[in-house]
């Protein structure tokens, strides 16, 4: 039987990171076959490619030819990873996907859904996500967390009104795919956020 594919999205800062070794904890005691990657990134090639898009020294890159790395790193991991993993029927979480790229490259960056969907239409047809989690925290209090802009990399360094257009996009996204997208509330403690995580999984028939 073939696997679960669930993502999880969010803004800089909202514990991302945090929520999903959490959950890797709650998979692990549970015994529930599972397989955690990450966009961009996850073989060889992306991470290659991940490379590329983050390093601060791009300051050159247009924000065209960041949106298609950013395909290219993810179709690499679909047909390498992703879908293999699903074949073998395990639970394939992946943080970030698709639903990134709509927000930062299609709403923040401006270039428009319609362009991301049509050079992600491998990953939009074939590999839509069962479900993706999206952390909603305010992004002036998410970029607070994370101690504003110094020192981080590319994506990191545009600054809160870029992160807060981010933000818009991610609602908005949510907004049209309400039975895909499931918002968590991600302003309280993290064993509250992940609470809540674990009761939609549940919900959802999940876990
Ligand atoms: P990462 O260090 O993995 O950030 P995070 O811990 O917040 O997930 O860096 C990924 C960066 O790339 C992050 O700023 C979001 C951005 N991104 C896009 O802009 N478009 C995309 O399609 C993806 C997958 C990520």
């Known amino acids: 039987m073939k696997g679960l594919f669930i993502t999880f ?6 514990g991302k990171s945090r929520q999903i070794k959490l959950l890797e904890e709650y998979l692990k005691e549970h015994n529930v076959p599972y397989f955690l990657t990450r966009e961009p990134g996850g073989t060889s090639v992306s991470e290659q490619i991940r490379n590329v898009i983050l390093d601060g020294k791009n300051t050159e890159m247009t924000d065209e030819c960041e949106a298609l790395l950013y395909a290219a790193s993810r179709v690499q991991l679909l047909k390498e990873v992703i ?19 709509l927000a930062y490259q299609g709403y923040a960056r401006g ?10 239409s491998y990953a939009l047809k074939n590999f839509t996500p069962d479900y993706t ?9 998410a970029f607070k967390r994370k101690g504003g802009a110094d020192g981080k990399d590319r994506l990191e360094q545009s600054g809160l009104s870029f992160h807060k257009k981010v933000y818009e996009g991610y609602r908005a996204l949510a907004k049209e795919n309400p039975e895909r997208i499931i918002v968590i509330d991600a302003s309280g403690e993290k064993a509250e956020t992940h609470a809540k995580i ?3 999984l549940k919900e959802k028939g999940v876990l």
């Not at 999205?9 to 909202?14: A, I, R, S």
Request: glycine share 8%; charged share 35%; with cysteine.
């Open 9 to 14: 999205e969010g803004c800089e800062g909202v």
């Open 83 to 101: 879908k293999p993993k699903l074949d073998e029927g395990l639970l394939v979480i992946c943080d970030r996907y698709v639903d990134s790229s």
């Open 198 to 200: 674990i009761a939609a």
């Open 111 to 120: 270039l428009g859904t319609e362009f991301i969907e049509r050079i992600n």
């Open 133 to 141: 989690v999206f952390l909603d925290l305010d992004p002036e209090r």
